[in-house]
């Protein structure tokens, strides 16, 4: 992957808010995800360079956070909830049906690029399951029988451009790096 010097110019940026180079990685991280979407082995590599870290590092923390992907991600990413209280409330079966409506085998993205579709653990909602996250939005009480109108509603949402998911690393104009945006 080809990385912009401009990338670079926010990882110094990035760097200089942390008193150990290392300790800025999952910063560092989220933008690589981000800005291209996925890690490669250069991208890897060029962080690890960056920090001064193995490439082992990086990798460990690409493979063990489910943020972080190796493969490009479709331009709508649906989550569904596979923890206990979602389980219990159906979330496996509206899994199902999500993913006969949009064409995408679970744990994979659709052969027009478009969708992802994952299993993740715990949204943070347990009470209203079956929880569904959209891109940024959290979809709540989708039982297997509502997923279809979910998928409605996520093609409507797409269409008029609500669904777009939030750049945190492109929202401070000129590249703020001390703006509450950018920190989160
Ligand atoms: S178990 Fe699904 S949100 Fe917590």
Do not use: W
């Not at 989550?79 to 999500?98: F, P």
């Amino acid at each position: 992957m080809d990385i912009p010097k401009e990338i670079d110019s926010k990882i110094d940026a990035i760097i200089a808010q942390y008193p150990k180079k290392k300790s800025a990685a999952m910063m560092c991280m989220h933008l690589f995800q981000e800005t291209f979407g996925y890690f490669d082995d250069s991208a890897i590599r060029h962080i690890a360079s960056r920090l001064e870290v193995e490439p082992i590092e990086i990798y460990g923390m690409v493979s063990f956070y489910p943020m972080f992907t190796q493969k490009p991600r479709g331009r709508i990413h649906i989550k569904v909830c596979r923890t206990l209280s979602c389980a219990l409330a159906g979330s496996y079966k509206t899994a199902s049906e999500i993913s006969k409506a949009v064409s995408c085998p679970i744990g994979e993205t659709s052969d027009d690029g478009i969708y992802t579709l994952e299993f993740v653990e715990c949204l943070g909602n347990c009470v209203k399951g079956p929880n569904v996250q959209v891109n940024d939005k959290l979809f709540d009480n989708v039982t297997p029988d509502r997923a279809e109108k979910l998928v409605d509603t996520i093609k409507k949402m797409d269409s008029d451009g609500s669904l777009a998911p939030l750049p945190p690393f492109s929202k401070p104009a000129g590249g703020d790096f001390d703006s509450p945006e950018y920190k989160g």
